[in-house]
């Protein structure tokens, strides 16, 4: 497998007989296929569904494709699928058909609620090609006393929005538990300020850190705050960038945002999500509706019904951003014991919403699991007010 260029588009996979490329260059539109074209498969992987960058792989295998043509269709409503990547086959006619692959490696027609049962080797065939695919487009999910060591002090490195896909050049000038970095110039500032909608905030990204060839999950706010170092780059001051296990200046303990952002920038939220606490939980779901991400709330909460699903909705559109305060009760450690079977979290809220202002409110949370070996699941949400959910 050769790895050429890694571009802001994304990169593109070409797999045959069991072997593939990566040719880094923006996907490009081709004419319909002739009748007399062999079908083909794509796979694409972004970080969520709005993202603009992706990374795509084609597999030229027809026979492959001809198996799923003829696999058994079952009636299924729901289906263990990867949320961040889609299956596209295109017949001879140039008809394109769309699917979810699920984690054991059948293919799921969403619009049609089916699942197409695939044989073991097919079925292992495409899990392989999905995980080789989903390595090359995130980062690597690496601890911050490892990662200290890649970004010196002093080093130069890139950092690539994982929604974007835009790219900017940094320094590390400082920082013990993460990294204060700056950009290089005018124009990394420019960039970084586009990646922001073209206003400073301190909102968390999933980033991947590049250097010297080693890819790095991170995260990143976009205020300039604190001390400068180099003159004449257009950024007044420097923004922090966090890895797995890194903490702010003023905790301890991990940031629960920049942690979730890390994890997302790996490709490994869900896993993250079943090994949680459910005050971790709770603090996810809260930064991903400050996020507006609809699809992370269906992560974290993944037995929602329509109708929570709807409300979460219609919250996501009157908001301006919702925070955990910080009083000691919302900074306290989850106190579940590992034995429990059901818990309640319930966190104190700054609300700012556009029809109502800012608001005071208070999140609470019911989980539960059916074994103290299996992950926590949200069984309930509910908020002291209904302005903030019905």
Not at 195 to 201: A, L, P, R, V
């Amino acid at each position: 497998m050769r790895l050429h260029a890694w571009r802001r588009i994304g990169a593109t996979l070409t797999a045959a007989l069991g072997l593939a490329c990566v040719c880094g260059l923006p996907a490009i539109a081709k004419a319909p296929p002739t009748a007399s074209e062999q079908p083909r498969m794509e796979m694409s992987v972004r970080a969520s569904q709005a993202a603009d960058m992706f990374s795509a792989l084609t597999i030229d295998s027809p026979a492959l494709v001809a198996r799923i043509a003829r696999a058994e269709r079952l009636p299924t409503e729901r289906a263990d699928c990867y949320t961040d990547l889609e299956v596209t086959i295109r017949d001879a006619q140039g008809q394109n058909k769309r699917y979810r692959l699920e984690r054991k490696g059948n293919l799921w027609d969403e619009a049609a609620q089916q699942m197409l049962r695939l044989s073991p080797d097919a079925s292992q065939r495409l899990v392989a090609y999905a995980e080789t695919l989903r390595r090359r487009h995130y980062g690597e999910l690496m601890d911050w006393n490892e990662a200290r060591n890649v970004v010196t002090r002093k080093s130069l490195f890139t950092i690539v929005d994982l929604e974007s896909g835009l790219s900017f050049r940094v320094q590390r000038r400082a920082g013990s538990d993460h990294a204060d970095v700056q950009p290089i110039s005018r124009e990394d500032s420019k960039v970084m300020k586009r990646i922001y909608g073209g206003k400073w905030s301190w909102q968390r990204r999933a980033i991947v850190v590049s250097k010297d060839g080693t890819r790095i999950a991170a995260s990143m706010n976009g205020m300039p705050h604190g001390g400068d170092g180099i003159p004449d780059n257009g950024f007044n001051g420097h923004f922090c960038v966090h890895f797995l296990g890194s903490s702010s200046h003023r905790s301890d303990t991990p940031d629960p945002a920049h942690q979730l952002m890390v994890h997302k920038a790996s490709g490994s939220l869900r896993s993250y999500f079943d090994s949680a606490s459910p005050q971790v939980l709770a603090a996810s779901f809260v930064e991903a509706l400050n996020q507006k991400d609809g699809e992370m709330l269906r992560l974290i909460w993944s037995d929602a019904s329509a109708d929570r699903i709807e409300a979460m909705d219609r919250l996501i559109g009157r908001l301006e951003s919702i925070y955990v305060k910080r009083t000691r009760t919302a900074e306290r450690d989850d106190d579940v014991q590992d034995d429990k079977l059901s818990a309640a979290v319930a966190l104190p809220l700054l609300v700012r919403l556009q029809d109502r202002g800012t608001l005071h409110r208070e999140l609470r949370f019911e989980f539960a699991r059916s074994s103290p070996h299996l992950p926590w699941r949200i069984v309930e949400v509910a908020s002291d007010h209904s302005s903030l959910i019905p």
